[in-house]
């Protein structure tokens, strides 16, 4: 904006003439002959190491005085510096950052480029880098071919002005470039020559005799570049207002860089402000996805749970059916052994304990690692959701909060999940199980037993006390069938004992399926209020860049429309 501020107030300022080229292409010496005396050093070497800006003095006295900046205001007695300023700058090629930069600060600020290059090497690289910078401006480009004296004949002269104006033309994109030749050197010894810088025309060309007769005059190519210059200057039939169109287009191209650069700037911030935009709306999903893949992972992890009760249950059934039998060596110890006795001792209990310890350690473990899974998933999930977050924030530009760097889960919180778990487990360890199977096998074997001796005893007192042998014989056989049913109860007793077992193991097996489905719920959950709660505003503030940078581009497009109506009405200008 401060170039475009300084074009608008150098329009009242004096037509300004900026001449580039590379250090050995002979601008100094073009200057001095555009000015008719020696004013600037010449030479081989690099002669102007800073920008100059050549202005009359009015007290006809040379003086030179230097900006902060490094540039040089310089006042000469030269009469054509009275109606145009000339900037000098070095040349294209200089390798020093800070005078390049400087000249490329002051090209937007020209109402008129003169690009002086050598004929024997036109359009070098450093040239055509320049040239590509200029173009981002919009600028007016005048080539002035120096040194045309070097060239062997006009034919190989008009072949390098043929060379350089397809150059420009694929450089500049323009097909009318205006090209050149001059020879500074013979036109400044001409000038010299005649011996004074004379004061006639705006661009003191000497208008006398002796510089009209003179042949290296003639032959330098100036009469046509000074002619050239006059009509922009001073207009004529063909180019009537030409100065002052190209002094209102400055500002006016500047403000078309600016709103060219604008464009690109805008359209790439509303690209990236879109993409900011999905990817933080993409969130929830990303959080359903993670979700559903907890949910796979952890039914794995439960199914295996289930796994080992059934296997558990199958031990109990196998332990059930090989004690639970009049065969059984067992039989003796739980009817005649006390009921007081310690009930792990017994050989049900025993076998219990022996044969579902492993399978008891392997659902603890199986527990408390599917905790520990949950709470590391979660929280490393919450802490990548939290960066993003925070990367998020500082690209808006605004105070992320809310939320604790510690992951959803995490710390205390995951260890009372896991102890819930544990805690189920723990309810149906194999001494608790194998003590309450014991008591149901020694019931067994006492009913049992009791029933058998209960159908010897009422054999024993019927044959004693019926006074036939008739009658004792169907004693017998009633205490038979009763000690035969009693038998017969055993299995039943077996089927009984086996179906409790299995609806225990059933009902633990759902317990803690349920309470490791609702650990990860519980997680989960708090995950993504975590997490939505950083995002959310997030979401919001990246909609309103958007709507801000697309108002902005509206804005743009506007003032760029307006700015092409301008442009139409200066290239009326008469």
């Known amino acids: 904006m401060e170039l475009l501020e300084d074009a608008i107030n150098n329009l009242d300022e004096l037509f300004l003439l900026v001449v580039v080229g590379e250090f050995n292409s002979g601008k100094s010496t073009f200057i001095n002959a555009l000015l008719g005396e020696r004013f600037l050093a010449e030479g081989i070497l690099p002669t102007t190491n800073e920008i100059s800006i050549l202005r009359w003095a009015e007290d006809g006295q040379q003086r030179a005085e230097q900006d902060a900046d490094g540039m040089y205001q310089r006042y000469l007695p030269a009469d054509l510096l009275r109606e145009i300023n000339i900037v000098d700058t070095p040349g294209t090629n200089v390798v020093l950052e800070r005078q390049q930069r400087l000249t490329e600060e002051y090209i937007p600020r020209a109402d008129l480029v003169l690009f002086v290059m050598s004929a024997d090497r036109p359009f070098t690289e450093s040239e055509v880098k320049f040239l590509k910078y200029i173009r981002q401006w919009g600028k007016k480009v005048v080539f002035v071919l120096n040194k045309a004296d070097l060239l062997q004949s006009p034919e190989e002269v008009q072949q390098v002005v043929g060379f350089v104006s397809s150059n420009a033309l694929q450089l500049l994109g323009v097909d009318d470039a205006s090209v050149l030749p001059v020879s500074s050197r013979s036109a400044l010894a001409a ?9 006639a025309g705006v661009l003191s060309t000497i208008d006398d005799e002796r510089l009209a007769s003179s042949e290296a005059w003639a032959r330098s190519g100036y009469p046509e570049l000074e002619s050239f210059l006059l009509r922009f200057l001073v207009g004529s039939e063909e180019q009537a207002g030409e100065s002052i169109r190209l002094k209102l287009q400055t500002p006016l191209a500047i403000a078309d860089a600016l709103l060219g650069a604008s464009e690109q700037q805008l359209l790439g911030d509303l690209s990236s402000a879109e993409k900011d935009l999905k990817a933080l709306e993409m969130v929830e999903a990303q959080l359903g996805a993670f979700r559903a893949e907890m949910d796979r992972d952890s039914a794995i992890q ?36 006390s009921k007081a006795a310690e009930a792990a001792e017994q050989p049900v209990a025993r076998a219990v304990v022996s044969e579902t310890s492993d399978i008891s350690s392997e659902l603890q473990k199986i527990v408390a690692e599917h905790s520990r899974w949950v709470t590391r998933n979660v929280e490393r999930q919450v802490a990548s959701y939290r960066a993003f977050a925070e990367s998020r924030a500082k690209a808006l530009g605004i105070e992320l909060s809310g939320g604790s760097s510690e992951g959803a889960g995490g710390g205390h919180e995951g260890e009372g999940q896991e102890a819930t778990a544990l805690v189920t487990v723990s309810e149906l360890q194999p001494a608790s199980v194998a003590v309450l199977l014991n008591e149901d096998v020694r019931e067994s074997f006492v009913v049992t037993g009791s029933a058998v001796a209960g159908a010897a005893a009422l054999e024993a007192v019927g044959t004693a006390l019926l006074p036939t042998t008739l009658e004792d014989l169907m004693m017998t056989a009633v205490a038979g069938v009763f000690a035969y049913l009693a038998v017969l109860n055993l299995p039943l007793r077996r089927a009984e004992t086996k179906a409790k077992v299995q609806r225990v193991a059933a009902n633990f097996s759902r317990e803690v399926s349920s309470r490791m489905e609702a650990e990860l719920e519980e997680s989960l959950n708090a995950a993504t209020a975590q997490i ?21 581009e509206a804005r743009r497009a506007a003032l760029s429309e307006q700015l092409e109506e301008v442009k139409e009405a200066t290239m009326s200008v008469k």
Not at 192 to 198: E, I, K, P, V, Y
Not at 312 to 328: H, T
């Open 191 to 199: 000038k010299l020559d005649a011996g004074s810088r004379g004061t």
């Open 302 to 337: 439960r199914e295996s749970v289930q796994r080992l009760v059934r296997s558990a249950v199958g031990r109990a059934e196998g332990i059930v059916d090989r004690e639970l039998q009049l065969s059984s060596s067992s039989l003796s110890t739980y009817l005649f052994g």
């Open 532 to 552: 939505m709660s950083q995002v959310e505003p997030l979401i919001q503030a990246a909609r309103a860049e958007v709507e801000r940078i697309r108002d902005n």
